[in-house]
């Protein structure tokens, strides 16, 4: 079974999951210190945009590094006190944001594309990975199940295992078939059971083990969700429902209220404390 197994192919080529969503494919690349993971994401990015794909890139770093410069206009707009700054110019945008998102989120906000390629994302439990080990060992170490790949940079003479192969970097064709049959979508990462899974997580390892649909999940479709001080609350689907159908009914008595799109909700409750 297809890991897109519930998805509709559009007639321009791209993918529409359940509910409407247009959502890029995700592979993470995923490694120690030094192990060679840029190397692996500019040579799969490269045979994927090769190929006529729309490919983006996320990056995650550990390390402290200044995103603007000291003294620019953008820097003292956030200096003044602005949370989210943006600079936008003939040939691109930049935007600032003084909260960490999520990786579907950020995913999301880099627009329509058939394939993202993050970098650094070692505990992400919500997408398929490619291993980048320096040693065999690290293997285990860097495995959750979801792994479609690893990659053997330099000869390191890495061997697979439970059915995953080894790719040599210098295979960017096999790095990127590997990619195009087995990735999936950034999973919502609510951890619902809405698909009768526990989490995610087993969601997602039944998904590449042809046991479970990509349609199967709840957290795509409908649009929902209930955000408490900036952070995503965890519903089920029950509650979901029985959530939005009492808004749509409080909804559709008020005079005036025409064609619904998007509902959005947002209340002060106190302090806080
Ligand atoms: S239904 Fe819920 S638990 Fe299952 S994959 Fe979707 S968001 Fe995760």
């Known amino acids: 079974m297809s890991v897109l197994a519930g998805v509709k192919d559009i007639s321009d080529g791209s993918m529409v999951y359940p509910g409407g969503i247009v959502l890029a494919r995700a592979v993470s690349v995923v490694g120690f210190k030094d192990s060679g993971k840029t190397r692996v994401v500019v040579a799969l990015v490269g045979e994927l945009v090769g190929r006529g794909f729309r490919v983006g890139t996320l990056k995650h770093t550990a390390e402290s590094v200044l995103l603007d410069t000291p003294g620019k206009d953008s820097w003292r707009h956030r200096e003044a006190g602005s949370v989210a700054t943006g600079i936008l110019h003939g040939r691109g945008s930049a935007l600032f944001l003084d909260r960490v998102l999520t990786v579907r989120e950020a995913v999301v906000r880099l627009g329509e594309l058939d394939f993202v390629v993050t970098e650094g994302f070692k505990s992400v439990g919500s997408m398929a990975k490619l291993i980048v080990p320096r040693v065999e060992g690290e293997v285990g170490e860097l495995s959750n199940g979801l792994e479609i790949g690893i990659v053997d940079v330099d000869g390191r003479g890495v061997r697979g295992g439970g059915g995953v192969q080894v790719i040599p970097l210098g295979d960017a064709g096999g790095l990127a078939d590997v990619v195009e049959e087995r990735a999936f979508p950034v999973l919502p990462g609510l951890d619902c059971r809405g698909c009768e899974f526990d989490s995610c997580l087993e969601f997602g390892r039944a998904l590449l083990a042809g046991e ?42 008020f005079e005036g209220v025409g064609r619904l799109g998007r509902v959005e909700i947002s209340f002060e409750v106190g302090d806080g404390v």
């Open 212 to 253: 479970a649909e990509l349609g199967a999940c709840v957290g795509f479709g409908s649009g929902f969700s209930l955000r408490v001080d900036g952070e995503e609350v965890a519903l089920g689907p029950s509650v979901q429902d029985v959530t939005r159908s009492v808004v749509l009914d409080l909804l559709s008595s």
